[in-house]
């Protein structure tokens, strides 16, 4: 098969193009730019990038010629000039359902996020949902696939809590209260969105991809810790104080350590669909079985780097 993957650099996106790249399959990976650590992707000779804005509805119809299915995984976790959430994940999701449309590609991929719901004052949130309901309303082969929070080589968070811990063994909980979570192996993620892009199993569905095991944030830290052999003490703070801590941050760092989106998603119960969501089952071959281990978590943590002047914006 011929597949698209927008966001095909990212974290996610990676991960699913090296397992369909390996399988054989041709891809297309669509980005705005590549970093260091997928460079290898573009040396393999199934693979073509083409350097687009997910809004580029023109370079979009190009990429999509002659493709049987476009996984629509690109998104931001924090907002930064023009990459709006409303920007990246509503009318980037709008043009690439009508540049499929045009390019008569049969199928579409979904990637939301498991707490995704109108109406709940939280901007992420919100426009993840309204992608949600593009998608659905496209008249397109379709699935929507709502991970809660995903782990593994590569991602953002577990990387923001290990480089904290690294650096002062003392991580301030979201929240006053305990939160639960279910994090979910890259791998598991990708399982779901192979069947997904390559199988019929999926089509015309939503499912919450979520771990097999709930944790507490607390649990989770100490999980991380215990990876980059520290033994963290955790201590309550409030939201509000995160969300400060997050919004300088998207300013004034290069690459956030905590996003606004992040704190969102640890602020609240994390283990299943807003009822919104009228998610369908995930059949039982697809559910996820990797737990959250302190090996798994160290296999996917890079080297930890000290904070340096290097990583500020500058006027």
């Known amino acids: 098969m011929r597949i698209a993957i927008t966001g095909g650099t990212g974290f996610v996106g990676s991960h699913l193009a090296r397992r369909l790249g390996d399988d054989g399959h041709d891809?297309?990976?669509?980005?705005?730019?590549?970093?260091?650590?997928?460079?290898?992707?573009?040396?393999?000779?199934?693979?073509?990038?083409?350097?687009?804005?997910?809004?580029?509805?023109?370079?979009?119809?190009?990429?999509?010629?002659?493709?049987?299915?476009?996984?629509?995984?690109?998104?931001?976790?924090?907002?930064?000039e023009t990459q709006?959430?409303?920007?990246?994940?509503?009318?980037?999701?709008?043009?690439?359902?009508?540049?499929?449309?045009?390019?008569?590609?049969?199928?579409?991929?979904?990637?939301?996020?498991?707490?995704?719901?109108?109406?709940?004052?939280?901007?992420y949130h919100e426009s993840k949902w309204k992608a949600e309901r593009i998608v659905r309303r496209s008249g397109l082969e379709h699935t929507v696939v709502k991970p809660g929070v995903v782990y593994g080589p590569g991602d953002r968070m577990l990387w923001g809590i290990a480089r904290s811990l690294a650096t002062v063994p003392v991580f301030p909980r979201v929240g006053l209260g305990e939160r639960r979570?279910?994090?979910?192996?890259?791998?598991?993620?990708?399982?779901?969105?192979?069947?997904?892009?390559?199988?019929?199993?999926?089509?015309?569905?939503?499912?919450?991809?979520?771990?097999?095991?709930?944790?507490?944030?607390?649990?989770?830290?100490?999980?991380?810790?215990?990876?980059?052999?520290?033994?963290?003490?955790?201590?309550?703070?409030?939201?509000?104080?995160?969300?400060?801590?997050?919004?300088?941050?998207?300013?004034?760092?290069?690459?956030?350590?905590?996003?606004?989106?992040a704190v969102r998603m640890l602020a609240e119960e994390a283990t299943d669909p807003a009822p919104e969501a009228m998610c369908d089952p995930l059949p039982e071959a697809l559910e996820p079985t990797r737990s959250c281990s302190r090996r798994r978590i160290a296999a996917g943590l890079p080297r930890l780097e000290p904070f340096g002047v290097g990583e500020l914006r500058w006027p």
């Open 27 to 80: 891809l297309v990976l669509i980005a705005r730019g590549i970093n260091e650590r997928n460079a290898d992707l573009l040396e393999r000779e199934n693979v073509e990038f083409v350097p687009a804005a997910v809004t580029d509805r023109r370079a979009l119809r190009e990429a999509f010629v002659d493709c049987n299915v476009v996984a629509h995984l690109a998104g931001i976790n924090y907002e930064r």
């Open 84 to 123: 709006t959430y409303e920007t990246v994940h509503v009318d980037g999701t709008r043009a690439v359902v009508e540049a499929a449309a045009d390019a008569g590609v049969s199928k579409l991929l979904l990637t939301s996020y498991l707490r995704a719901r109108p109406d709940c004052g939280w901007a």
């Open 181 to 261: 979570i279910r994090p979910v192996a890259i791998e598991d993620l990708v399982d779901v969105l192979v069947a997904s892009t390559v199988e019929d199993r999926l089509s015309e569905t939503t499912v919450a991809v979520t771990g097999p095991e709930e944790l507490t944030v607390a649990e989770l830290v100490k999980q991380v810790g215990d990876a980059i052999g520290r033994n963290p003490i955790v201590v309550p703070a409030p939201v509000r104080a995160h969300l400060v801590s997050a919004w300088m941050q998207e300013r004034a760092l290069e690459t956030p350590i905590v996003t606004t989106a």
